[in-house]
């Protein structure tokens, strides 16, 4: 086993990472970049942020791909992610390493389990069929598994909608360590699900694949006021998902705007006629935070962010080859290096 790290025993204390795809939504800041925002500085060991441009390639363009790899971190470090506690690096970076690792891993899952994964099923109801669909779509969980367990993540944060993919990752390490021995870290969810945001319209979550259902950190002031005022609340007097939804939006985005949304959510209640109201505070909060980021993206330099991903790739790396060194060795080809 590596010297420097206890086959089994947790390295980074939280893995987590974001598809650049376009524009983070504010779905995004809440649900996927704030939970790190708090743990950053309480934490004693590591947190790994990645760029997951290796994933987005299941149903993006290669060239889209590369186009947003820079404006995802400017946006990390605009948002507040602190490269002193959280070592961000761009998944490619580590294809070799990763790749390797998946390897191994499929040997422990069945098809039949990768088929009933949720992502492959709402790709295949989306209008994707299995004459089209790419392997790579049903490889996915591998290579999420790889990315997470490489690093021996204590926790990962995740939603409903990516927990079936965390469990998979967890079978992977427990299947592994039983036939192999206790190389890999079953990683524990942190659970993100009370940070689930709707789209402004329609049943689905909030998302960048969307844009005119989702409030982007790119959308200008007249953008934002233009989605928000055409967006689903409830009929007086009832509460909907979709007005619990634009509330809990608006308590993490500015807690300060808090006392006002309850106010007006109450009159809400008592069948008072103040949505009109509440659409144009709502807008306010979500504008002035965009704003906010904007100021801190506009004054990032190029060469910051080349410092930070030089950074988190030597530490991703560094990580990577400790665990795959005691992958190698359980599965006994260290005897061949």
Same mark, same amino acid.
Request: glycine residues 6%; aromatic residues 4%.
């Given at each position: 086993?590596?010297?420097?790290?206890?086959?089994?025993?947790?390295?980074?204390?939280?893995?987590?990472?974001?598809?650049?795809?376009?524009?983070?939504?504010?779905?995004?800041?809440?649900?996927?970049?704030?939970?790190?925002?708090?743990?950053?500085?309480?934490?004693?060991?590591?947190?790994?942020?990645?760029?997951?441009?290796?994933?987005?390639?299941?149903?993006?363009?290669?060239?889209?791909?590369?186009?947003?790899?820079?404006?995802?971190?400017?946006?990390?470090?605009?948002?507040?992610?602190?490269?002193?506690?959280?070592?961000?690096?761009?998944?490619?970076?580590?294809?070799?390493?990763?790749?390797?690792?998946?390897?191994?891993?499929?040997?422990?899952?069945?098809?039949?389990?990768?088929?009933?994964?949720?992502?492959?099923?709402?790709?295949?109801?989306?209008?994707?069929?299995?004459?089209?669909?790419?392997?790579?779509?049903?490889?996915?969980?591998?290579?999420?598994?790889?990315?997470?367990?490489?690093?021996?993540?204590?926790?990962?944060?995740?939603?409903?909608?990516?927990?079936?993919?965390?469990?998979?990752?967890?079978?992977?390490?427990?299947?592994?360590?039983?036939?192999?021995?206790? #190389?890999? $870290?079953?990683? /524990?969810?942190? %659970?993100?699900?009370?940070? @689930?945001?709707? !789209? *402004?319209?329609?049943? &689905?979550?909030?998302?960048?694949?969307?844009?005119?259902?989702?409030?982007?950190?790119?959308?200008?002031?007249?953008?934002?006021?233009?989605?928000?005022?055409?967006?689903?609340?409830?009929?007086?007097?009832?509460?909907?998902?979709?007005?619990?939804?634009?509330?809990?939006?608006?308590?993490?985005?500015?807690?300060?705007?808090?006392?006002?949304?309850?106010?007006?959510?109450?009159?809400?209640?008592?069948?008072?006629?103040?949505?009109?109201?509440?659409?144009?505070?709502? #807008?306010? $909060?979500?504008? /002035?935070?965009? %704003?906010?980021?904007?100021? @801190?993206?506009? !004054? *990032?330099?190029?060469? &910051?962010?080349?410092?930070?991903?030089?950074?988190?790739?030597?530490?991703?790396?560094?990580?990577?080859?400790?665990?795959?060194?005691?992958?190698?060795?359980?599965?006994?080809?260290?005897?061949?290096?």
């Amino acid at each position: 086993m590596s010297s420097d790290a206890i086959a089994g025993e947790p390295g980074v204390a939280l893995l987590t990472g974001l598809r650049p795809t376009g524009s983070l939504t504010l779905a995004n800041v809440v649900g996927a970049v704030q939970p790190i925002l708090r743990l950053q500085a309480a934490s004693e060991r590591p947190i790994l942020l990645f760029v997951a441009d290796l994933h987005a390639l299941t149903d993006n363009e290669p060239q889209a791909v590369a186009r947003q790899v820079r404006t995802t971190v400017r946006d990390l470090l605009a948002l507040g992610i602190d490269t002193t506690q959280v070592q961000v690096f761009v998944q490619s970076a580590l294809t070799h390493e990763v790749n390797e690792l998946a390897g191994y891993l499929a040997r422990e899952v069945r098809v039949s389990e990768l088929l009933r994964q949720p992502s492959l099923k709402e790709k295949l109801r989306s209008g994707q069929q299995p004459e089209n669909a790419t392997a790579a779509l049903m490889m996915y969980p591998v290579l999420m598994a790889a990315d997470i367990l490489i690093h021996r993540a204590a926790q990962v944060p995740v939603g409903q909608d990516q927990l079936a993919h965390l469990e998979l990752a967890r079978l992977i390490a427990r299947r592994f360590n039983a036939d192999y021995g206790a #190389a890999l $870290v079953e990683p /524990q969810p942190l %659970r993100a699900d009370a940070l @689930r945001i709707l !789209a *402004l319209r329609g049943g &689905a979550k909030m998302s960048k694949s969307d844009p005119e259902t989702a409030l982007l950190l790119s959308d200008r002031d007249s953008e934002i006021e233009r989605k928000i005022s055409g967006c689903q609340t409830a009929a007086e007097g009832e509460m909907s998902l979709h007005l619990e939804s634009h509330v809990k939006l608006i308590d993490a985005l500015d807690p300060s705007a808090t006392a006002r949304v309850r106010l007006l959510v109450d009159a809400h209640l008592r069948g008072e006629r103040v949505m009109v109201e509440f659409k144009r505070h709502f #807008a306010q $909060v979500a504008a /002035q935070f965009v %704003r906010g980021v904007g100021a @801190r993206r506009a !004054a *990032l330099e190029d060469a &910051a962010i080349d410092r930070v991903l030089r950074a988190g790739t030597a530490f991703a790396r560094s990580s990577a080859a400790r665990t795959l060194d005691d992958v190698r060795t359980a599965l006994g080809f260290r005897a061949f290096a």
